[in-house]
């Protein structure tokens, strides 16, 4: 089997990332506004056998732990584990943890080989749209984002408007049209992760 890194192959028969029947994806960081439950079911729909883990306790992750009741998905709350990111094919890194470029668990994943990515990049690669509006900034990012979003779907329905990122729920649960047009409020650690930080060309967003 080849390395998840060697992704010309597959992704040419399967679609991004690749196939995924039997690798081990490792989601970090659950979360508790659903895109890491986003996330755990998306990889399992797609045949990877998914760990979740969060520094948080099950009690604290309550609603996001019960909405992936029998998804299949294996957890590891209260803790992260070195070996279970030595040993993944694949990490989606929640946005929200810090400093991603020094993080001792995804340096040790990169150095195994694995692939670093993230849900909203999951989302564009899987669902790609006609048009993609990024929103960035150090203030202001979510309001401009839904102030586009409104006057596109006032001005411009015909363009299906979406609007996605760290605003507007998951993407990876209620894909977007061919033809829509995706609003994306983007955080910097989204966009040092859409910049293709996980190593992999083929996973740079451009």
Do not use: C, Y
């Not at 045949?47 to 998905?73: K, P, Q």
């Not at 001005?155 to 609003?183: F, K």
Request: no cysteine; hydrophobic share 40%.
């Amino acid at each position: 089997m080849p390395r998840p890194n060697d992704t010309s192959r597959t992704q040419e028969s399967h679609g991004f990332p690749g196939a995924l029947d039997g690798r081990r994806a490792v989601v970090m960081g659950l979360g508790r506004f659903g895109g890491g439950e986003a996330v755990a079911r998306h990889l399992r729909r797609l045949g990877a056998d998914v760990l979740v883990t969060d520094l948080r306790s099950e009690e604290e992750l309550g609603d996001s732990v019960a909405g992936l009741a029998g998804a299949g998905v294996t957890f590891r709350l209260g803790e992260h584990r070195i070996d279970d990111f030595t040993t993944a094919d694949l990490v989606i890194v929640n946005p929200a943890v810090p400093h991603p470029w020094d993080n001792p668990f995804l340096l040790e994943a990169r150095a195994g080989g694995a692939r670093l990515l993230t849900e909203i990049r999951l989302a564009i690669g899987d669902h790609p749209a006609r048009r993609v509006i990024g929103i960035t900034g150090s203030a202001g990012k979510s309001t401009t984002a839904s102030m586009v979003h409104h006057a596109l779907r006032e001005i411009r329905p015909d363009l299906r408007p979406r609007l996605g990122g760290n605003i507007g729920g998951s993407l990876l649960d209620d894909p977007p049209r061919e033809d829509s047009t995706l609003v994306l409020e983007l955080s910097s650690f989204m966009l040092h992760w859409l910049a293709g930080d996980g190593g992999v060309p083929a996973d740079r967003f451009t």
